[in-house]
């Protein structure tokens, strides 16, 4: 029984990158919700924005190591995320001008706004691979390793290893703070609380004089930044494949609408069971157990519940069985 | 005659399709209440609608304080110093008290604290429950929510459209009272109310509609005791 | 019902269009995009049924062709003797064991009053059966992946006929959708979305992982075609007299008869489709399925089971999405679990249903030729403007390199603009509703 290397294997496979995917996946859940609750319709063209917002932090990563520019030991992609927020912001607000601003004025039905969030989002993904193709671009660079395995091991005296990437500790810090301004600005600025009466009721938002365009806006603006974020850290942490963010439309949707849609907090909480569902469930749990396990009783299976490759499985599946429970989310889908 | 402070004159006009208001006349004193009420159907809602800007009207004009205001969208009307309490979704639900209140203000720029403590002091229970989510209060406590919330822009008039739909008599005698304070420090009230009687009694003046006409005017007190009107109107 | 004048001029002018490509490009690509515009204006028919006349929003299209796809390979494929013993049974055994956990699980929660009790008496129910199952499935799994795993390593399928997969894959994905539209129709239509969503992805990944069922990303290649093949009939006479009066070589011409050959078979299943649906359309059950389409409110007040009428013409639509998936893979003679992709197979079929007028089903089928001649075509004639536009550069260039390279992508882009012009301008599509 050797219950601390237990805890340590589990973090090192688990527990630490399922924090940083779920933090990642927060970020993008977040804007899901806030395109949700103002503009009202489900933004399928998510995941393919967060690709473009990523391709033009890489471009700008790159610039900046051509010029030499370095902020070592933390990683040349962060100085380049405010051009990226630049980049898909206007980006996102050209494609609300010239697509869903129309829909808007002849208040189109949702599934409407849906359908043209489909042609963005076929338009973005290919800009997106006009730019880098489709294949696998790593843009991280700076240290690596916070404290590798080895040097855990050498400081603690234990068996099992435990890593920290920068880009783990990264995602986890900065999407902490992002989630503590975003609140901030929600419940104590002045356009914040204009954008949750707006997503609260809409009528009475324009009989106090609220500009719905101005709240369309900042939505945008604040879903461009959630987006770079995201898409940068999850860049730094898995490195950057169009398709593959395109595939986190699935995930971040499903914890939009398991925390409730329209709720921020749900969209948070949502974004870490999804992760932390996904990892458990498909992680091989043979090496934790044999620590826990007495003598002799070792697991001789892999004690992987499901292969890697069912993790949308089991996305879906918590999606379904909640939904069932809660039709509104954990969070009642208060709108905002 | 001095024109009086509000008046929407000879109003005709409906929502695209055939009119529903014919030559309908609504006004309103300085400091005044004036009462709107008629039968079901009789275009009550629709004639305050019409003062606010919110129909489009084919005929007539509406005037704040001599000033031509038809042609404004509500929202400019608003910023002219009137306030609008819609009938249903008046409150901002998942917001608290507090900051109904605030999103009220929006279109101000000074200080709002003195207002919101005005408010405060006119409808003392919002003060206690301040912090608190306004969806989540009883009837009659929303309804002082979105009267204080269209009071936040300190407007001259203020427009209330059935504000004692489905709350109990003992809270819509409350309200009542509160709406007399509120005219008597010199705003003037516009309302259009399902209990005539009721609201006939705080009226100064009063307009019963029947199908989009004026059918009789006159003050509240001579309205209840005329002998036709409560025959028709006021159940006898 | 019935097709205008304009209607059929804009299908005039793209069999025209293809006439042209059979001219100045080549036969057979003529004909390759005219079959595969058939299978597409069947899934996007299928797809119609649920958008059009119901209102409800399929974005897990790709899943439903996938598993038409799987039905050939059960059906057309010889079974493996061999890993029946190894394992079959064992497979089988699992299957069962599999359903009767869940079985149970579901039993369990409507037999025990709601608490702490019950929810624990579900979780042991799973845990025990996952465990049981896992013990069988597991090496039953393992053994019959390990027979002949070059070329095998799968139970194979019955050695039926291939044109039976058609309505076996059509049956296929009824059930998973009528799985998916139990759980999620009746609850709020962007769950339906998610769902369908999330239900096509675990298809394909069950396509790629499971083995023992299809090969997984080995991929099973040739299947059993219902068209002679053009290597077959090089040596007939006709052909060949064929291919000297068309000036083509022999084998081109056996290729476009072979082609011709799966069109004739596309245009009998899209007829007979094109006609149950318009008349299904047209009765008093699809004026029902329009007013509740147009009103769920009102037509819920009238007493009508809205949510079961949904299910139905969910199922429906899903089945002809598993039909055309059974021709697609009968046609290429493989499937690749691989080369589903949700642009290509469901967002794809959206552009076609938009396009050619949602809610008509003759626009569907001329929104998929459309499309799917674009989807073909954009890419060469990206290319060919990559070069007109980097000309003047240098051969070496990086950049020219580059864009030539990406001038594959410019399809995604034009699929796109397609879709938010269509959408903006004619929102009712080429062939709106009538």
Redesign the interface.
């Known amino acids: 029984m050797e219950p601390l290397n237990a805890l340590v294997s589990v973090s090192n496979f688990m527990l630490i990158p399922a924090l940083a995917y779920g933090s990642q996946l927060a970020l993008g859940a977040l804007g899901i919700t806030l395109i949700f609750s103002i503009l009202r319709f489900a933004h399928f063209a998510h995941g393919d924005t967060m690709a473009l917002g990523t391709v033009a932090v890489i471009g700008g990563t790159w610039f900046l190591q051509a010029q030499g520019i370095s902020i070592a030991p933390l990683p040349t992609a962060l100085l380049a995320i405010p051009f990226g927020i630049l980049v898909l912001g206007l980006y996102l607000l050209a494609a609300d001008r010239l697509v869903y601003r129309y829909y808007r004025r002849v208040k189109a039905k949702p599934m409407i706004f849906v359908m043209a969030s489909l042609g963005v989002m076929f338009v973005t993904n290919g800009i997106t691979r006009l730019f880098l193709g489709v294949g696998e671009t790593r843009f991280e660079d700076g240290q690596r390793f916070i404290f590798t395995v080895r040097e855990f091991r050498e400081f603690t005296g234990l068996a099992e290893g435990l890593a920290l990437r920068s880009a783990q500790a990264i995602t986890i810090v900065t999407a902490l703070v992002v989630m503590v301004v975003l609140f901030w600005f929600l419940n104590r600025t002045?356009a914040g609380?204009?954008m949750?009466?707006y997503s609260?009721?809409e009528?009475?938002?324009?009989?106090?004089?609220?500009n719905p365009e101005r709240v369309v806006f900042i939505t945008w603006v604040i879903t461009a930044i959630l987006l770079v974020l995201a898409g940068t850290l999850y860049g730094l942490d898995k490195g950057f494949r169009p398709f593959n963010y395109f595939q986190l439309l699935l995930p971040m949707f499903a914890a939009a609408i398991l925390g409730g849609l329209g709720s921020p907090l749900g969209a948070i909480v949502g974004a870490y069971v999804v992760a932390f569902a996904e990892m458990g469930i498909t992680f091989a749990w043979r090496r934790v157990f044999s620590y826990l396990a007495p003598d002799g009783f070792e697991p001789t299976t892999m004690m992987q519940l499901l292969p890697v490759d069912y993790k949308f499985a089991v996305t879906f599946a918590i999606l379904v069985i909640v939904l069932l429970f809660r039709p509104t989310g954990i969070f009642k889908g208060?709108?905002? | 005659m001095a024109e009086p402070f509000l008046i929407g004159e000879a109003m005709t006009g409906g929502y695209g399709g055939a009119d529903i208001l014919h030559d309908c006349t609504i006004a309103v004193e300085k400091g005044q209440i004036a009462v709107i009420v008629g039968p079901n159907g009789a275009g009550k809602s629709t004639a305050m609608k019409a003062v606010f800007g919110m129909l489009k009207l084919r005929q007539g004009s509406v005037r704040l304080n001599g000033e031509e205001i038809s042609a404004l969208t509500?929202?400019a009307r608003?910023?002219k110093g009137m306030g609008?309490v819609?009938q249903t979704?008046?409150?901002?639900?998942?917001?608290t008290v507090e900051?109904n209140l605030?999103?009220?203000a929006?279109?101000r720029r000074d200080e709002i604290r003195g207002t919101m403590e005005q408010i405060y002091e006119l409808f003392p229970i919002l003060r206690d429950k301040r912090w608190q989510a306004a969806g989540e209060l009883s009837g009659g406590q929303r309804q002082q929510v979105a009267v204080g919330?269209a009071l936040m822009t300190q407007p001259t008039v203020l427009m209330l459209d059935e504000p004692t739909a489905g709350v109990s008599p003992i809270v819509m005698d409350e309200l009542f009272d509160r709406i007399i304070e509120i005219a008597r420090t010199g705003i003037s009230i516009l309302m259009v109310e399902q209990n005539a009687r009721q609201a006939l009694e705080i009226a100064d003046k009063g307009y019963v509609l029947v199908q989009g006409a004026n059918r009789y005017t006159d003050t509240g007190a001579a309205l209840l005791n005329d002998p036709d009107v409560r025959k028709s109107f006021l159940g006898g | 019902m019935s097709l205008t004048a304009r209607d059929l001029g804009l299908f005039a002018i793209m069999f025209a269009v293809l006439a042209l490509v059979a001219t100045f490009q080549s036969p057979q690509l003529a004909v390759t995009i005219l079959n595969m515009s058939l299978i597409s204006a069947i899934m996007a028919l299928g797809v119609n049924m649920q958008w059009g006349y119901a209102g409800l929003f399929n974005v897990g299209i790709m899943g439903f062709t996938a598993v038409g796809g799987l039905a050939v390979v059960l059906i057309a494929q010889p079974p493996v003797p061999e890993a029946w013993a190894a394992g079959g049974l064992g497979v089988l055994l699992g299957l069962m064991l599999g359903v009767a956990t869940i079985l149970a699980a579901v039993l369990v929660y409507k037999r025990m009053a709601p608490g702490k009790l019950r929810g624990l008496s579900i979780f042991a129910v799973l845990v025990l059966g996952y465990v049981i199952t896992s013990r069988v499935f597991g090496p039953a799994t393992q053994a019959v992946q390990a027979v002949n795993p070059a070329s095998e390593g799968y139970l194979g399928g019955a050695g039926l006929p291939v044109i039976l997969a058609w309505p076996v894959g059509a049956v296929f994905a009824a059930g998973v959708a009528w799985l998916v539209g139990k759980v999620s129709l009746g609850l709020r239509s962007d769950y339906l979305a998610i769902a369908t969503l999330g239900i096509s992805e675990i298809v394909i990944a069950v396509l790629k992982h499971e083995r023992w069922l299809a090969r997984g990303v080995n991929n099973v290649t040739g299947i059993e075609r219902p068209v002679v093949r053009p290597v077959d009939l090089q040596p007939l006479p006709w052909v060949q007299s064929l291919a000297e009066t068309m000036g083509w070589s022999v084998s081109q011409a056996a290729s476009v008869v072979s082609g011709l050959g799966y069109s004739a078979l596309f245009l009998i299943v899209l007829a007979i489709l094109i006609w149950l649906a318009e008349r299904a359309l047209n009765s008093p059950w699809g004026r029902m399925m329009r007013a509740i389409r147009d009103n769920e409110v009102s037509a819920r007040a009238m007493g009508k089971d809205v949510t079961r009428r949904h299910l139905m013409i969910f199922v429906l639509g899903s089945a002809v999405c598993g039909l055309a998936g059974a021709m697609m893979v009968s046609m290429d003679g493989q499937l690749t679990p691989g080369s589903y992709e949700p642009l290509r197979f469901t967002f794809l079929i959206w552009v076609m249903v938009i396009v050619g007028g949602s809610g008509n089903n003759w626009g569907s089928v001329l929104g998929a030729f459309v499309i799917w001649f674009l989807w073909v075509q954009v890419e060469p004639a990206g290319r060919w403007l990559m070069e007109m536009l980097t000309s003047g550069m240098s051969l070496e260039s990086e950049l020219r390199r580059h864009l030539l390279d990406s001038a594959a992508y410019m399809r995604l882009l034009t699929m796109g603009l397609a879709l938010l012009l269509m959408l903006r301008f004619a929102p009712r599509g080429l062939i709106p509703e009538r």
């Open positions: 002045r609380k204009s949750r009466a609260d009721n009528d009475l938002a324009l009989l106090s004089g609220i208060k709108v905002l | 509500p929202q608003v910023a609008f819609p979704n008046n409150i901002f639900p998942s917001m900051e605030e999103m009220g929006f279109i919330r």
